[in-house]
């Protein structure tokens, strides 16, 4: 399993333009080999440098790069898309921790 972790820099006001676009980039890549599921995050704050962080499973990196084809490049590379940064890379889990459940007495 690996994790995409992909931070965009999206300009205040333009929010539901890049959540279309990306809405649309999302749509595609559910359908490929190997998505295992994503969670987009907006941050609280106004003047976060990143706006919007996409974390994406993977089942492999080899599900990954082949996911990243002529179809997925030629969305991206839509020129609206030029607006919104991004900063994308892949991650392995190294730690993870979930609270504790608690029984009732």
């Given amino acids: 399993m690996v994790t995409l972790i992909n931070c965009f820099d999206v300009p205040a006001g333009r929010e539901e333009e890049f959540f279309t676009l990306w809405k649309g980039v999302n749509?595609?890549?559910?359908?490929?080999?190997?998505?295992?599921?994503?969670?987009l995050h907006r941050s609280l704050?106004?003047?976060?440098?990143?706006?919007?962080?996409n974390v994406a499973r993977w089942r492999s990196q080899a599900d990954f790069d082949a996911a990243h084809d002529a179809g997925f490049r030629a969305l991206v590379g839509q020129p609206q898309w030029s607006a919104f940064r991004s900063t994308p890379a892949l991650y392995d889990v190294v730690h993870e921790g979930h609270a504790e459940a608690t029984t009732a007495a």
């Fill in 45 to 53: 704050a106004a003047g976060a440098t990143y706006r919007f962080v």
């Fill in 27 to 39: 749509a595609y890549m559910r359908d490929k080999a190997g998505y295992v599921g994503h969670t």
